[in-house]
């Protein structure tokens, strides 16, 4: 937990017998403190390095390894973020909830696939009936009658659509990914997908009312079918005097681009067939490739479209997004973005501004196996008055 504006210093030992990385998905932090491959070299067995970075926006955020993440992050190498403000409204009591699942031997061991469960898992993601809630399985809540909290809920799974469902009851979503929303909504089911965050507001409830957090099966046109999955029950307490306040308007979002602004970059996602791997994962016709620079202060209007008949989450490392729209639609609401879903063949138009963080960048989609397989893509941020050297990027982190 920390102060919007504060500075955070994380030492990051590896005691892990292969390299690793992290990534502190969704803050807005320079280049080099990104934890890719791209602008840091791994951090071997036995060596530890420091990230250092100011936390410049208030709201749900997250850290992952960013190195061999399907096995990493699928042991538990991620941890949410809190980043407070005083404009954060006033709630009886707060939570962060980081969900995932597990694929388990039954000594509740990391399963390892033979050759068609790998092929599956590539081509779903990897899924399993192992749910926990804070690294918990069937996890426990108590709140007290009477009383609104705020949950954070942050979908660290590898590529668990999560669809939040308090058994019908209605909900508030107050923030996503970059903050705070303009104005609550009210919901009773939200669809979370791997890398994205949303804070809700839920109560008042009555004493003694129980009931489940689940996830509702969500269709994302996987070989293996989705099922009503349960993380944790909740049951509510006496009553206790409440000093939860909403206001009507929680923030001022400010529009980046016109619905209508000219696109000036094309993002295709797409699953083609090949002849070595049955299927490939790639970004505009490429595996792991490399995008076209972007320059300090233009604003970006970037089409994203995912040809494929299954979703993807694409997620922009460093920046947010505002969606334009959705397969030439408005959206709803407006809302900050790092990650958002896109449904089999639909597109959207995102808008997002390159501030003065140059170096390099990426975006990805965030169903980790996808991730591995191909569908990503680097591209540098470039200040052209103030082009960044070799020596200004080792200067802010250090290996130890
Ligand atoms: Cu959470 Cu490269 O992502
Ligand atoms: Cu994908």
Redesign the pocket.
Known sequence: MAKKGDTLVVRVQNNLTEPTMV?W?GIRLPANMDG?GEVQKPILPGESFEYHFIVPDAGTFWY?S?QNETVQMERGMYGGIVIEDETDPVMDNERVLVLDDMKLTSNNEFKQHGPVGQWIERHDGREGSTNLVNGKEALTLHMHAGQSERWRIVNAASARYFKLSLDGKPFKIIATDGGLLEYARTETELLITP?ERFDIVVGPFEEREVFSINSLPYNRVTMLKAKLQKYATVHVMERKESIAALPGKLTEIKSLAPQDAEVNRKVKLSVDPSLKRIIDFRVNNKMHGMDKPVMVGDLQVWEVSNTSLMDHPF?L?GFFFQILEENGKAPEYKAWKDTYNLKPRSTIKIAWMPDNRPGKW?Y?C?IIEH?AAGMMANFEVINPLNPVTEKQESFHGCHI
């Open positions: 990534h998905h890719t992952h960013h890398g997620h490392h990426m990805h965030h991730h």
